[in-house]
């Protein structure tokens, strides 16, 4: 069967919050990537996007709010915490903080952990939908577990067909990347996994920030495992010339000849716009006709770092042939 694409309009927007009230799963757009959608507070909901994205149990959801006001009820804020609220919210930031045990969120969602991860995202689409709820929602990337994270409501329909009720299409999402994530559990904020706000924007606010070394994965969430990425075809990084029946991602201005097919993440080499393109490229490219997709070198400027991030994680999880 296939899955109900329907355009955001106000009404729409109202039965998907009907939807989420009544433990249905609802596919919206949020400014980083689509989010799958069910009630935070409902076990069976949360249970239900784990079964839909068939995502291995221990990884714990990011649980969606309006704004601050919303927020603090679910976990402990302290002064960082709400500081970040008030510069970065709402926006691609996700904050772990303590949960609190009264705010009635599903424990599946933190998967048995103590904290809880929150994001208030910026897209009108989601806020409209969550104030319409009125109630958390617990939210992974539109994907089945696994794959790359979806940017345009073909990508959801294409990942989850009818495992959910209905997707709401508010066109492509303007950041592309998911949400930073950043913990204030313990005494100096951890970046857990780079996303749409920069390690320097976080800086300006926080100082110092503590980031996991390179090579290493130390306090990286749970849910970023190296394979967390991956398309279907090996990808190889820093590639400056063609191996046979290679496809290209390329940045900047000139591509190297003997490439299968080429797709650009940013002509001008802005790694705003990469990170924007980084997912649809990566689905056009990641077909059986090609041996593997080549990734020219991307600057760690900016969400370059993020999108580095990402590719790195999806060469782990398959060498080139
Ligand atoms: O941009 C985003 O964040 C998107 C949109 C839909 O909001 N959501 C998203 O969710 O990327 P997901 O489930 O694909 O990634 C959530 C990440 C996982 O790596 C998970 O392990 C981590 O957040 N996470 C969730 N709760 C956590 C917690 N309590 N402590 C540490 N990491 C946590
Ligand atoms: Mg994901």
Sequence with gaps: MDPEIVPASDSAIARAAQLLCAGELVAFPTETVYGLGGD?????????I??????PRFNPLIVHVPGLAEA????????RARNAARRFWPGPLTLVLPRRASGGL??????????????APAHPVAQQLL?????????????RSGRISPTTAAHVAAELGSRVALILDGGACPVGLESTILDLTGPVPALLRPGGVTLEELREVFGSIATPAVGEHPPRAPGSLPSHYAPSLPVRLDALEARPGEALLAFGAEAPPGFAEVRWLSRSGDPTEAAAN????????????????AVMPIPERGLGHAINDRLRRAAAAKAPR
Aim: cysteine-free.
């Design 72 to 79: 603090e009820p679910l976990a402990v804020f302290d002064e």
């Design 106 to 119: 599903s424990l599946l969602a933190s998967a048995g952990l103590d904290t809880v991860a929150l994001r």
């Design 278 to 293: 980084l997912f649809a490229a990566l689905r056009q490219l990641d077909r059986a006709e090609f041996t593997g997709i």
């Design 50 to 55: 784990f079964a839909a994205k068939g995502r």
């Design 131 to 143: 104030r319409a709820a009125g109630i958390p929602i617990a939210a992974p990337s539109a994907n």
């Design 40 to 48: 935070a507070t409902s076990e069976a909901a949360v249970a239900r």
